[in-house]
């Protein structure tokens, strides 16, 4: 790291930051500086980050999930492509535009600090060598993501376990399952993904479920020939990944619903009883496939996108432990319950997911105000930010210059994050392009647009199916209602259609009206 001073300092090297870099470059700006923490390229997907868990893969098809592939000519290998496939195919989209030379590994930003007019401090630790160093920049993009801090469970005793324990974010790639009696706790995707791909390895997989959850089957298979040829034709990717947030073309006939759909009563309790039949024929046990079936509405939390999930229950070795209380504590042997159930286990693993609106780094503007006190995070409230203030969930004001890609009020659950992260890379790379023309140093959001949108952000989720359960997309976890945490703000609950529509349509007001230069 050379150069102390650079226009650009982008944080983190998962698809927003690499998308961010490539139409900076684009706009002709090339003193830019990546700071990825880990050994790796990919964000969530890289080589030993946090999603290199046995079974890990995409749950968005591989066509239409990853970005470049015609400009890149890569192909992936099957419909729904591996962590693997993705961090490689990460590798070899920095090295087709020309973007690791930016790139600086295993550098953690510890903090982020606004020193002067149009002038940043990046702090950042040197995981090499464990020393301390610091880079200015006139504009920080945060492209951290928001699922790379894992969420440990809140019960006690952890410590006291005399067996093998870790988070899948945090798998331990020297642990060893075979023969062992495993548990897992959770069954989110990431659970889900472990539970189909260790079940024959283990001696015994107790799975401890709080709340059920719908899935669908992937179907997955090679990418067949006939879309190896559109690929090969050209312009097959940028075909399936283009939104038509202007409204000008009829609705997709291929979409398997649109976000309308999701959220009539109706539809979706059509849906909800197809999978509870589902769930019936793949489940041999009629009571352990009634544990299994949900009680909320399709997408209310997460949908698992796998094969083979609820027959996996069949296998002789795979139990089932439904306690709605869930676990209490850990004790030398293993788990505790809420009914008062002990568990003797071997390795435990936990799937919990992610601290999803967590910035592990400190982040302070203009006279000291911290992003954390702008956004609701305290220790009261695990430090989680339910109560952003933002335009677009990309500006934040009191901290010019300051960007966040997959940002809160950005996206619903159900966008598909990678075009997100291409129209917020290019908004961000041509406004920077722009101020240098126009001779402008700083950019930040006017009080009144952040007020705005964030009122709309916050009655977004009014009528929406997200509210009928509880979900990490509001927050509403039984572990944050049991510490008396407020619902979480922090989501776009509206069609990325219509965020597009704002972010570069002006439906509320344009650049000029809602941003500040000077």
Known sequence: MEMKQYEVVIIGSGFSGLTCAHYLREEGIENICILEKNKSLGGVW????????PGAACDVQSYTYLPFLDETGFIPSKRYVSQTEIADYAELLVDHFDIRKHINFLK?????????????KIEILDLENDTKTEVFANHVVCANGPLSSPRMPEFGGMEKFKGESFHTAEWDKNANLKGKKVGIVGTGASAAQVITSIADEVESLTVFQRTATWAIEREDQPTPPDIID???????????????????????????????????????????????????????????????TPDYPFFCKRVLIIDDYFTTFNKENVHLVNDPGGVVAVNEAGLEMSSGDSYELEVIIYATGFDAGLIPFSVTGKNGVTLANKFGASAENNFQMIEPKTLWGLHVNDMPNFYMMVGPQSLNPVTNVTLLCEEQGKYIAQLVSSMKIKNKDEVEPLEEAVENWTEKCNVSSNGKIWLQCNNWYMKGTKDDQSAGRSRSKAMWMESHESYLDHLLGGADGHQEDLLKFS
């Open 46 to 53: 890289s080589h030993g980050g946090v999603g290199s868990y």
């Open 230 to 292: 559109a690929f090969k034709a050209g312009g097959y990717s940028s075909k399936l990944r283009y939104v038509d947030w202007k409204g000008e073309y009829p609705p997709d006939p291929n979409l398997p619903f649109t976000f309308e759909q999701l959220h009539d009563e109706n539809w979706n309790s059509a849906v909800c009883d197809l999978l509870t039949e589902r769930i019936k024929n793949d489940v041999d046990d009629p009571e352990t496939a009634k544990l299994l």
């Open 108 to 120: 953690k930003v510890v903090a982020v600090e606004y020193v002067e007019f149009g002038k940043w």
